[in-house]
């Protein structure tokens, strides 16, 4: 045996390079693969997200919608054009009864004090509407 034959790779050698060489695409394509997977699932999250921000903006402009409505109308009532605060005070408790939704009106003025809040008795003591 002379240098040339032992300097020749053997041929589990050569077996063992042609798997790896063969193996080379397939390892790349399952790269490129993941890839486009995450890419399509995040794009689907993404999708997904906006039409639940939307679902939910829907929903909150309605109800803010509805504030205003119910607002307004208390603004523009017999007892509000009159300044009779108990006459608002029981307006909005009907108002309240005929939305559920809403918990309770309060009415401030713009010094910041509280003339009532549907949730006590009208002539309470009130609390700032400013404290914790």
Do not use: C
Not at 52 to 70: D, F, K, P, W, Y
Not at 81 to 98: P, V
Request: hydrophobic residues 45%.
């Amino acid at each position: 045996m002379g240098l040339k034959d032992k300097l020749r790779p053997s041929i589990r050698t050569w077996l063992i390079l042609l798997v790896m060489v063969a193996l080379i695409p397939v390892v790349l394509f399952s790269i490129y693969a993941i890839g486009q997977v995450s890419e399509r699932d995040e794009q689907s999250m993404l999708r997904e997200l906006r039409r639940r921000t939307q679902g939910v903006a829907l929903i909150l402009n309605g109800r803010l919608e509805a504030a205003s409505v119910t607002l307004n109308t208390l603004a523009q009532s017999d007892a509000a054009a009159l300044g009779d605060e108990r006459g608002l005070y029981d307006f909005s408790g009907r108002m309240l009864k005929q939305t559920p939704s809403y918990r309770a009106i309060t009415l401030v003025d713009a010094e910041g004090h509280m003339a009532f809040h549907t949730s006590m008795p009208y002539g309470s003591p009130t609390f700032s509407p400013f404290a914790p």
